[in-house]
């Protein structure tokens, strides 16, 4: 085996892995969750989302390396983290209909954790607040604010200040803050992130002064995904949530050049069939590996780089590699995902790899609806 770095990838015995596989190496699990920690000044400013990992093992690290506060996007991550004893978990999302009673139930389950929801309108937060007024809890909710993602969240207007203000009164809840998701912006210009944010910490900056105004306490903001870390991560006043971090992923390795995350999740695949003189046919369907990009924006492969993706279906992926390309049935492809959250959602289990070496499996829990709530 080399040691040259561009081989960190290589998996000893990689022959007995089925295929099609995720991999996830350890070490460069732990060297990204040291480098996060490097990267703000304040460790309890960080509010890491789960959503890219969903496995009890790495969130078992990231209490460890003294992280205490998650953000989570389901029911079954929440439980994950309520399994861990996660001290304060925040579902990031404003629960309807029988997540409501899921809730409640989770917050009565796991009594180690404080969890708190997002709220976006008065007739979810009544319902809310009726629901735990009947059940005996009180829930902590932070205002969804809509800063550009346009998907969720209310315009932090003077409606927001309003809605803030009733909710304020509420039985049932307690209001702790403003929610801030900019998931919009994802240029790769530092700069213009930087631009875009400053109009965003503007409208939060406004929002909050008028609620302390009000004689309400100072709000806890939580702002920002990976994008714009950097920039929160300066700010004292902010919570931070970056996820992707945790495995990084080409995407992000070739949009943020100043964030200096290590590649941690491959998918491995097998050549089944060679398909023409230029062509081969891999194992790696729609169903192994995040398709919402467009065709060639789905993976690179490390050890086959000007391999061009020409087609995919379900459980084959076929590529164009040119002449004497020299690969033959079972050959083995290290595919690194463009959008790595996505593609682990898409496996049952991690096949964990330490220093080239096979030695464990994770399931990935939180991948299900349900746990056990």
């Known amino acids: ?145 809509n800063v550009g993602m346009n998907r969720t969240g209310i315009l932090p207007d003077e409606h927001a200040l309003a809605l803030y203000e009733t909710a304020a009164a509420e039985k049932g809840v307690e209001i702790l803050g403003l929610h801030a998701y900019d998931g919009h912006i994802h240029d790769a210009d530092y700069a213009l992130r930087e631009k875009q944010a400053a109009v965003i910490l503007a409208s939060i900056d406004k929002l909050t002064r008028q609620l302390v105004r009000k004689g309400m306490a100072e709000p806890v903001i939580i702002a920002g995904g990976t994008p714009t870390f950097p920039i929160y991560a300066k700010l004292d006043s902010i919570e931070c949530s970056p996820g992707t971090f945790v495995l990084w992923d080409k995407g992000y390795q070739d949009a943020f050049a100043e964030q200096d995350y290590l590649t941690a999740a491959l998918v491995i695949t097998r050549v089944i069939s060679l398909t023409s003189a230029t062509k081969i046919t891999v194992d ?42 020299g690969f033959r049935i079972g050959d083995i492809l290290y595919g690194l995902p463009v959008h790595i959250c996505p593609t682990v959602a898409l496996y049952g289990s991690a096949n964990i790899i330490n220093n080239h070496k096979l030695t464990e499996g994770w399931k990935i829990i939180s991948r299900e609806r349900k746990i056990n709530i």
């Open 1 to 145: 085996m080399s040691n040259m770095a561009a081989d960190w990838y290589l998996i000893d015995e990689v022959e007995q892995l089925d295929s099609p596989a995720l991999v996830f190496y350890q070490e460069r699990i732990t060297a990204n969750i040291e480098k996060l920690k490097q990267h703000i000044p304040a460790i309890n400013r960080l509010r890491p989302h789960v959503k890219t990992h969903k496995t009890v093992e790495i969130t078992q690290q990231l209490l460890a390396a003294g992280i205490t506060k998650f953000k989570c996007a389901t029911i079954a991550e929440a439980e994950m983290l309520g399994l861990c004893k996660a001290p304060d978990v925040l579902l990031a999302y404003q629960p309807v209909g029988p997540k409501i009673d899921r809730f409640i139930q989770l917050i009565k389950t796991y009594p180690d954790t404080v969890f708190s929801c997002l709220i976006d309108n008065e007739s979810s937060l009544k319902e809310i607040a009726h629901a735990a007024t009947v059940s005996g809890v009180v829930i902590p909710v932070f205002l969804d604010l």
């Open 284 to 325: 790696l369907g729609h169903k192994a590996v995040a398709a919402e990009n467009l065709l060639k924006k789905r993976v690179h492969f490390l050890n086959a780089p000007t391999a061009e993706a020409v087609s995919q279906s379900e459980e084959h992926l076929v590529l164009e590699l040119g002449s004497g390309h």
